[in-house]
């Protein structure tokens, strides 16, 4: 079962790098996969689950959550202002916090609603242009601006260029959270989630390696 050999493989990572078992959060990032791949996943028991659109995590998820409780669903894509108040309804965490405008708008969302989902402020470690995230010269400044709106920032997350070695991108990511004492690292996918767990990963967001081949709609 893929899910079960993930979670060994998890296991023995935390194991090897002297981190506490269970220490590791397994995001199932099920974009784009079939309903019943995902349904067969829950039906395993596992409950914690990665989005990277509002409109799709929403054109499914309120219905699975009619059969399944507990679900830990985590926006892991880009959004847009005008979506923050259906990701706030959806999500209990947002990886994805990459600018002020976004962060006032949180703000504002979290003092009308009364809550807030737990916030991962993206960093753009590669610098790439067409890449979002803070640049990580930036990081420590905006860290700042979003705890002073009191939002619950607990930490940093990032998608190393393809191109190039995750390992430099994970060791710049967890020096950045901790002068900023920040205690998350949402970072490690299908390809490098266990070189993320040695550099101190506490989020790691698997697709591929669970579900198979994202198939397109
Ligand atoms: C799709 C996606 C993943 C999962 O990728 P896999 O290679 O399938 O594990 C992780 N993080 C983000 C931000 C993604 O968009």
Redesign the pocket.
């Known amino acids: 079962m893929a899910l079960a050999d993930i979670s060994e493989r998890i296991a023995n990572a935390e194991l090897a790098a002297g981190r506490d078992a269970g220490s590791v959060q397994l995001i199932a990032?099920s974009?784009v996969q079939p309903n019943e791949r995902v349904a067969s996943v829950l039906e395993e028991g596992h409950r914690c689950f990665?989005e990277?659109k509002v409109q799709e995590a929403g054109g499914k998820w309120p219905d699975f959550r009619e059969t399944y409780d507990g679900v830990d669903l985590h926006l892991?894509?880009p959004l847009q202002s005008n979506k923050a108040r259906q990701a706030f309804e959806l999500f209990q965490s947002i990886h994805t916090l990459d600018r002020p405008k976004l962060a006032t708008t949180f703000a504002r969302l979290a003092q009308e609603m009364g809550y807030c989902p737990d916030m991962f402020i993206q960093v753009n470690t590669g610098e790439e242009p067409q890449k979002a995230g803070v640049m990580p010269r930036e990081v420590d400044a905006f860290v700042a601006e979003c705890v002073s709106l009191d939002l619950p920032v607990k930490g940093l997350m990032c998608?190393p260029p393809v191109e190039e070695e995750a390992s430099l991108h994970f060791a710049l990511l967890a020096k950045m959270a901790k002068r900023n004492g920040l205690s998350c690292l949402s970072m490690g996918?299908?390809?490098d989630f266990e070189r993320a767990i040695s550099f101190g990963a506490t989020h790691i967001?698997?697709?591929?390696?669970i579900f198979g081949d994202?198939v397109p709609n």
């Open positions: 990032v974009k990665g990277n892991i894509g998608i996918m299908s390809s967001r698997v697709g591929s390696a994202r």
